[in-house]
Nanobody, 126 residues
């Protein structure tokens, strides 16, 4: 049974930074592509960033490129999301997700990811 536990959310002023972490337990972490999605109040959940099994490839939604960085440590079963220059429109619940893949691809579709963390709130004040 795969479990994902995310942490690191909080309240920050516009222009500030936060780092999110997500630990996977129960299976081999390196078998999974990992991603972060977010859901703002009243909106659908959207893709933020993803990283391949090896960590060699990443993908970002346009609105966070140059501000957010996804990374992973396969020895620690952990994926990270470093968020810089946060803006009020980044306010959302952030979810980590894991998808088992046989390749080193970087999927961006929500349907690819079978396992989800509980979500962590990020609030950016103006």
């Amino acid at each position: 049974q795969v479990q994902l536990v995310g942490s690191g959310g909080g309240l920050v002023q516009a222009g500030g930074s936060l780092s999110l972490s997500c630990v996977l337990s129960g299976r081999s972490f390196s078998s999974y592509a990992m991603a972060w999605f977010r859901q703002a109040p009243g909106k659908e959940r959207e893709f933020v960033a993803a990283i391949s099994r090896s960590g060699g490839s990443t993908s970002y939604t346009n609105s966070v490129k140059g501000r957010f960085t996804i990374s992973r440590d396969n020895a620690k079963n952990t994926v990270y999301l470093r968020m810089n220059n946060l803006q009020p429109w980044d306010t959302a619940v952030y979810y980590c997700a894991a998808g088992a893949l046989s390749t080193d691809a970087v999927p961006v579709r929500e349907s690819t990811y079978a396992y989800w963390g509980q979500g962590t709130q990020v609030t950016v004040s103006s």
